[in-house]
């Protein structure tokens, strides 16, 4: 009788079955079904219907991610025929996503985690990713685009706030619905120095020092409030604070003429100071 079950991806608690005349009607056409089901680890059977005209019925009010067997026995006029049988199991949401971990940044976390050990039947089709500082009572979700991709990695960088403890929550969706979530809470690195100021260049004039540089790669968690630029003649290694600001070149006057001079140049958080960066010349 080819007998199908067509489960509902509209509902983990439905399906449909379908099935063919028998080939053979004993001599009497057929003129209903007897359709009937159980959970397969039970051993009694349950009428659904004894009078089904069609040759397909939809069962609804069953239990996700359950095995059923279902039967189908056609009949006529002299009785009962062979039934045909069926095993399915009922669609469910997925199980929690897995080894959820982050590789932390001063203002990001890198996030990943494994699928579902079980996508309850139905492919799982995308994640939702919600996340809050841990002293926070509500859940922000994450703008993914069409709520989040499949793929089981995504960068948090809202920015979040350096040094501080995060709460995150992830949720794996099928057509049937929503997984319960998974937890984890991770830091972001704390705020420290920033790391030393780039492409300083030095030139001269007459009985001037010109001086340029670039930001420093990071910050490292807290905004450079100032760069300060301190000079020695070479020999005498005695320096002197010329300037102090956020501009990133100066001009030192007053030098003289074949005197060699180093001028360091350190950048600024609100955590304390980079590291000098010391650059040499002999003025004109």
Do not use: H, R
């Amino acid at each position: 009788m080819n007998l199908s079950a067509v489960k509902s991806t509209s509902s983990p608690t439905a399906l449909t079955l379908t099935w063919d005349n028998p080939s053979n009607n004993g001599g009497s056409l057929v003129t209903s079904y007897q359709v009937q089901k159980k959970a397969t680890s039970s051993a009694s059977w349950l009428l659904v219907s004894n009078n089904n005209l069609s040759n397909s019925i939809a069962i609804t009010g069953l239990d996700q991610n359950t095995s059923y067997d279902f039967s189908v026995t056609p009949i006529n006029s002299a009785g009962y025929g062979t039934p045909s049988y069926i095993t399915t199991t009922t669609y469910s949401v997925p199980s929690v996503p897995l080894n959820l971990s982050a590789i932390s940044s001063y203002y990001s976390l890198a996030l990943s985690w494994s699928a579902p050990s079980s996508n309850g039947g139905s492919s799982v089709t995308g994640y939702q990713v919600f996340y809050k500082l841990s002293s926070d009572s509500a859940y922000s979700e994450l703008n993914c685009p069409t709520l989040c991709p499949t793929a089981t990695t995504l960068n948090l960088n809202t920015p979040l706030l350096p040094g501080q403890s995060y709460d995150i929550k992830i949720i794996a969706f099928n057509a049937v619905g929503n997984s319960l979530p998974s937890y984890a809470t991770f830091n972001t690195l704390a705020a420290v120095a920033p790391s030393i100021i780039q492409n300083g260049l030095i030139t001269t004039g007459l009985n001037t020092v010109n001086l340029s540089w670039s930001a420093p790669v990071s910050d490292n968690g807290s905004p450079i409030l100032s760069y300060s630029i301190s000079y020695a003649e070479t020999s005498l290694g005695v320096f002197t604070l010329i300037y102090t600001g956020l501009d990133l070149s100066a001009i030192a006057t007053g030098t003289t003429t074949g005197v060699s001079y180093d001028f360091q140049i350190i950048a600024t958080n609100a955590i304390g100071n980079s590291a000098p960066v010391t650059l040499t010349i002999i003025s004109d």
